[in-house]
């Protein structure tokens, strides 16, 4: 169990003017689960680069691989030879071809004149899946494939590619809690088979669950390398950090104005009889497993689709939704899960994002629209989320995970909503940015807007919500308080 | 997912000087080599008859740039000028012939009613089916040229009166009225985009619709008034045609049709959407005036300059590539 698969000493890397790597050092055991850890930006993904061939160091590394002699860098080729594959987090897969093409497509690569035969990828495929011990069927075409199945089919890629040291690449990400159980036993099976694997992820609860060891990298530097044996989600995120991090639930603020009611609101097929009622400056927990009707009953409460049954009020008048323009002029806003697809339109300015929601007001004194206007609405909603913004003129896709939430929340908050659902609002955003999102989010509430959180992390919820909804199979299952209930048997209760 | 992605926008001044750039550049290059190299370049003569053939061309490209920065295309803009102009003729000829200036007048207000008329309907089914424009401005094209070669039996409407002709070869404070009627439009189109909602909307909806319809913006009604907006320049572009050369027939200016895509990939809008711009286009469409003309003066075939724009794009498309890359 102790030899070494890959170890690497003094890595540097340098893009322009930043140090990006700093004089790593970096050692992977056979056959273990590691993690490598750090914030957005502490120097992972160069790493990672370095370690499979795409990036080479600056002069004066070393790697060396159990008894083979030491090299100064890694080439793609000598990567491919040692078996080191990534698992990156968009699994470059090929929608449009079958499971089985996707998994033997390395052999193609390997020899491309070679003539394809189906029956053989098929076969070829089949045997690792079996190995594998994971439901896929080789002929069903990978587009048609939740995330969770094509994850299995990129590791089973690299597995028919002989891989021996596996990257993996914030994995767990958009996979609901079940699937992730499922991808850390394979995690777990791969590891009893002797492959060494690199965990990289921002739950860090799964961190600690899967890895035996783990590795922090902040600004570039090693902060060290740790056994996971006795660490605390606190103490691993005060690594990634550097500072301390509050980990107490929120005091509930004892709201009794009702700002929202839902009356046996039902959409079929989605959820059923739910009842429930949002007070003012009050922070709302709504959670349950991904497909127990969160997210559909937040389009619902948007107007992004229409209930079937029941009732909606707002300040205790009846509320009908037609659209989202309707919700929104109701003071109804929604932070969407899929910021990359629905939060915000990507390849447009940080400036356009911000602004996008109220145009309307925006044309108003003149009748036309400003740039002026445009740059100092953005400017300010920046400084007032504290977001980190070199050029509001470049385009939101630019800025990091953390900062982009920051943006949707400003073009939201721009609305002057008095409901806020934020679904998910920590997906992609790194340990320290998270912290960030929810002090702007308690103190939203703290000012009196009503906010419903939906998420699948039973800490954030735990430690965020004055009162916390579960949801399953559609239907309302409990109704707890933190603060009489620990964050462990909100787990339970959640994965119940 | 664009994979070309010109990741900075308007809104800014300045942030689409690269493209302006590019296109005042090939402008003056092109410019200053015909006028060293082609006989009689800079006559008074030369230089009015580029400004009466650029405003054809350039007023469909107009039509065509709005749809290609919402993300989509349309196919119909030479047959929706075709049966703006037909409108426009029959009516002057046969209804409205003896109410003078007036019935001009009338003519063309519902010459740009039946073009507007066709973008509407292209818009509508677009916003309501979902389908995807080319798909829709295809089927559009096709029926509006079938339709006009029914009513015209595949003949065309000759003769004008001379008040409406001036629209094709007057001038006012020294402008070719084409090119004033091109100038005034351009603008037009450029404060459109860049100051009012639906401007804006089209560009966001462009880069990614579903975004943006979760924004609170009305997608569909935005569509609905870009495709309008496309048939509205299209049947101006109509009315000049049919000013110019004092006639009108189904297919007439047919050829431009893929022109007007090049002039817009040309002035450096995105092929995916949510980017392009007015002013680089209008360059565009002055250098490929100045290089059609120019040949012909030279005495090279008008296929030439064509096989020349042709060369031009992906030259101007390779210089392009490094600095999106970049930035």
Redesign the interface.
Known sequence: MDDIALRAEGVSKVFGQSRVLDDVSFELRRGEVLCLAGENGCGKSTLIKILNGVYTPEAGATFSFGNATAVSRITPHDARALGIHVIWQDLALFPHLSVAENIVFDDYVASPWRPLSRRAARRAAREVIERLGVPLDPDTRVEDLSIARRQLVAICRVLRAGARIVFMDEPTASLTRNEVQTLLEITRSLSAQGISIVFVSHRLSEVLAVCQRVTVLRNGALVGTYSTEGMTQTRLSQLMTGHELALTPREPNGAVEPVLELRNLSRTGEFENVSLTLHRGEILGLTGLLGAGRTELAHVLFG?TRPTGGELLKNGKPLTLR???DA?RHGIA?V?EDRL?????????I??NT???V??EL?KPRG????RR??ELTTEWIQRLGTKVNDA???V??LSGGNQQRIVLA?WLA?KPDVLILDCPTVGVDVGAKAGIFDIIRTLADQGMSIILISDEASEIWMNSDRVVVLKAGRISRELTPTTTTEASLEEIINA | M?AV?????????G?ESLEIGIMALLLVVSFAFFALMAPGFLSAVNVRSMAVQLPELGLLSLAMLVPIISGGLNLAVTFTANIAGLTTAWLVQNALGDAGVIGIVAGIGAGLAVGSAAGLLIGVIVARVGAHPILVSLGAMIFLQGLGEFLTRGGGISGMPAGFQWLGSGSLIGIPVPMLIFLLSAGGLA?FM????TG??I??IG??L?????????VRRVLIVLYTLSGLLAAIAGMVMLARFNSVRVGHGESYLLITVLACFLAGANPFG??GRVLPLVLGLMSLQVIASGMNLMGASQHLATAVWGAFLIVVMTLRMPFLKRS
Do not use: C, W
């Open positions: 992004m659209s989202n323009r929104i929604y969407s697809n629905l939060g915000l339109v990507q390849n447009q300015s400036i356009m602004a996008v929601t145009l309307d044309e036309f629209l400003s740039p445009l740059r003129e470049l385009a896709s630019s073009k609305t | 664009s992605s010109a990741p900075r926008r308007a809104f800014r001044p942030a404060y860049q100051f009012t909602r804006f909307s560009h966001m880069s990614n579903r975004a943006t319809e979760y924004s609170g913006i009305n949510g980017f």
